[in-house]
């Protein structure tokens, strides 16, 4: 038998029951249409907002001065060794040539940087092409770069593969080592051409702030 002959439809003439279950479908859809229009209006928004304001810009970077220095040499500590005679330097370097600390300050007379590295410093890869870009840029200043705390087979592979411009050597016996103090490497000393200590300076230097060193301590 077919259900759909005993159905009855709805008499539109009765009353409808308040209590009910309400018509949800048709609220439904009135809350799906007011979403549409308030996402529609968001979007108008921030389009609008967009062309009148244009494209955002991008934040200020410090100047690069800044950025690379972070402080200025004449803010730094200068080390014990600060003003006193620098210790005697007497070393054969990888190149043959013996370089002479008192025979420079006589003869030559350029202020020095002097740079105490080792092959196992990673900061000092990192550091030494910088100097050797500030060292081209200054041949009115004696570089020299000594490695201490090594073994001489790792210092000179390290020296061929490196390629830097001015002297290396290494510091077999200890002696220069113990004379200029140092925690850690990359250690620098500066020492002015009449052969006293401007400045020491522990850790990894980049070549802006060496620069400004250079200007600072020998200018």
Request: aromatic letters at 6%; hydrophobic letters at 40%.
């Amino acid at each position: 038998m077919d259900d759909r002959t005993n159905s009855t439809p709805p008499d539109p003439s009765e009353p409808v029951d308040p209590d009910g279950p309400p018509d949800v479908a048709p609220l439904s859809r009135r809350i799906g249409r007011l979403a549409i229009i308030v996402a529609g209006a968001v979007v108008v928004a921030l389009g609008l907002n967009a062309v009148l304001l244009g494209p955002e810009e991008p934040a200020a970077e410090p100047p690069a001065d800044s950025a690379e220095l972070g402080i200025s040499p004449a803010e730094m500590p200068r080390g014990a060794l600060a003003g006193e005679p620098a210790p005697t330097i007497r070393l054969v370097m990888f190149d043959g040539a013996t370089f002479d600390l008192a025979e420079h300050v006589a003869k030559d007379g350029r202020p020095i940087v002097l740079n105490f590295w080792a092959s196992w410093c990673f900061p000092c890869r990192t550091e030494m092409p910088e100097f050797d870009d500030v060292a081209r840029a200054h041949p009115e200043v004696q570089f020299l770069g000594i490695a201490v705390e090594d073994a001489v087979g790792p210092a000179r592979e390290f020296a061929e593969e490196i390629q830097v411009s001015y002297p290396l050597g290494i510091d077999e016996s200890g002696a220069i080592s113990q004379a200029y103090p140092h925690v850690g490497l990359p250690t620098t000393y500066l020492i002015n051409g009449n052969g006293t200590v401007a400045r020491q300076v522990q850790g990894q230097l980049n070549g802006r702030l060496l620069e400004a060193m250079i200007e600072f301590d020998f200018g």
